[in-house]
């Protein structure tokens, strides 16, 4: 698909609803107001083209950069386009949806320590959100890495501009969330830090509240695991603070790239096995045994029903009944003698 067939799709999937709603939360112009429900579909359907993706971010619509967003691939995004997407995004939603791209690629350590130390509210909004990125969906990184960033954001939360602010809670429930062992220095942070006040403009969003967050996190967690969706992370990754350099954290094993999947020769299909042929669940089949048994008698009868015979009588009549007689021929009659 090229970026004219993805305009056009986009166009046709907007609604002037979801205009109104997005304008609410601070979605710039040019847009065409397409559900992310939408937006995933279609970005389910093209698959990974980082290539569009850039020529969809270039377009300036709100709705192409979203879903530049979501089909750039991790593997070939550079930090020049990590760093022009953050500084030209303009909104926090859009910022979210490349944060997710970044925590996916090698950049994601690199681009989050730097981001992270930015006054721009979009900037520095873009590195906590990596983080919660990082915290939340991959469980390759130790525990020990974000235990210097609890102190980093009760230290500077206070002081941060509205939407950096926001994800920097947000970061800290992330990280609570994690582990058990991340959740009680969390949980203390952020009774420390207080409520959190973020300006939501004219919506009814509502800043989640730290401490009860983490703890509804915990109590679903399962044995305090971490689940994944992630598929590729970078084989060695450092965490860096504005303030501080803390030790590599090292990847015990590298997962497979989408690229090196489709490189992999592909196995031969297996024969298709010929359609199974239905049967009646168990349930129904002593119903349908007693229906058949029913029938059976009537079915036997009408089988063996014998063609309608002609009464023997008659056919022995038939059978006897004489040739008809020719009639016999007159004979002269007599001359009467004289008397």
Excluded at 18 to 46: C, T, W
Aim: charged share 25%.
């Amino acid at each position: 698909m090229d970026v004219g067939a993805a305009l056009s799709a986009l166009e046709r999937a907007g609604t002037e609803q979801n205009r109104k709603i997005y304008a609410k939360h601070g979605y710039p112009e040019p847009m065409f107001g397409v559900s992310f429900a939408m937006l995933r579909q279609l970005a389910k359907d093209i698959g990974q083209d980082q290539g569009l993706a850039e020529d969809l971010w270039v377009s300036g619509n709100a709705d192409a950069r979203n879903l530049a967003a979501m089909i750039a691939d991790p593997d070939a995004l550079t930090r020049a386009i990590a760093d022009d997407w953050v500084a030209t995004a303009g909104c926090h939603t859009i910022i979210d949806e490349v944060a997710k791209v970044v925590a996916r690629s090698p950049l994601a350590l690199p681009c989050m320590a730097e981001w992270i130390g930015s006054d721009d509210e979009w900037i520095g909004r873009a590195g906590w959100s990596v983080m919660s990125a990082l915290a939340t969906w991959h469980p390759e990184v130790p525990d020990a890495s974000f235990t210097p960033y609890i102190a980093v954001i009760e230290r500077r939360i206070g002081g941060a501009q509205n939407r950096t602010r926001e994800a920097m809670n947000s970061a800290l429930i992330a990280i609570g969330g994690r582990s058990a062992a991340l959740a009680e220095p969390a949980i203390a942070a952020a009774r420390r830090i207080g409520p959190v006040e973020i300006d939501h403009g004219q919506t009814a969003c509502e800043t989640p509240d730290a401490v009860a967050y983490i703890q509804k996190m915990r109590a679903r967690a399962d044995g305090g695991k971490v689940s994944s969706t992630s598929e590729r992370v970078t084989s060695r990754m450092k965490v860096l603070s504005s303030e501080e350099t803390t030790r590599p954290m090292p990847v015990s094993k590298r997962a497979e790239t989408v690229r090196e999947a489709a490189a992999r020769p592909r196995r031969a299909a297996p024969a298709k096995k010929a359609a199974a042929v239905k049967t009646p669940g168990a349930a129904n089949k002593l119903a349908l045994a007693k229906t058949l048994a029913a029938k059976q008698p009537a079915a036997k009868a009408a089988a063996k029903k014998p063609v309608a015979k002609k009464p023997a009588a008659a056919k022995k009549a038939a059978a006897k009944k004489p040739a008809a007689k020719k009639p016999a021929a007159k004979k002269p009659a007599a001359k009467k003698r004289g008397r």
